[in-house]
């Protein structure tokens, strides 16, 4: 079973930025794929973004691109997402997910991955 432990949300001022942190249990980290997501205030979960370790694939979602950028802490088994010029549109909770599968066509999709973490809420504030 894996786990994985967000952390890093928090309030912060519009413009600002913060560093979500994503570790993981995972025996097979270094071929399996992450993704973000978030659930906005009353709102389904939008896909944020998503790297493959096999491949080196990274994909963003459209409200995040030139904003939000994914890496990944090979040694310390742990995915960030780097969230830069925050709007109070990016309020949300935010997950990370894992599946064993390197990235395919189905990356935005929450149903690939099958691993979740508890989320870690982001509040932005005008």
């Known amino acids: 079973q894996v786990q994985l432990v967000e952390s890093g949300g928090g309030l912060v001022q519009a413009g600002g930025s913060l560093r979500l942190s994503c570790a993981t249990s995972?025996?097979?980290?270094?071929?399996?794929?992450t993704g973000w997501f978030r659930r906005p205030p009353g709102k389904e979960r939008e896909f944020i973004a998503a790297v493959g370790r096999r491949s080196g694939k990274i994909f963003y979602g459209d409200s995040v691109k030139g904003r939000f950028d994914i890496s990944t802490d090979y040694p310390k088994k742990t995915v960030y997402l780097e969230m830069n010029s925050l709007k109070p549109e990016d309020t949300a909770v935010y997950f990370c997910a894992e599946d064993r599968w390197d990235l395919d066509a189905n990356y935005a999709s929450p149903a690939k991955y099958g691993y979740w973490g508890q989320g870690t809420q982001v509040t932005v504030s005008s």
């Open positions: 995972s025996d097979t980290f270094d071929r399996s794929a």
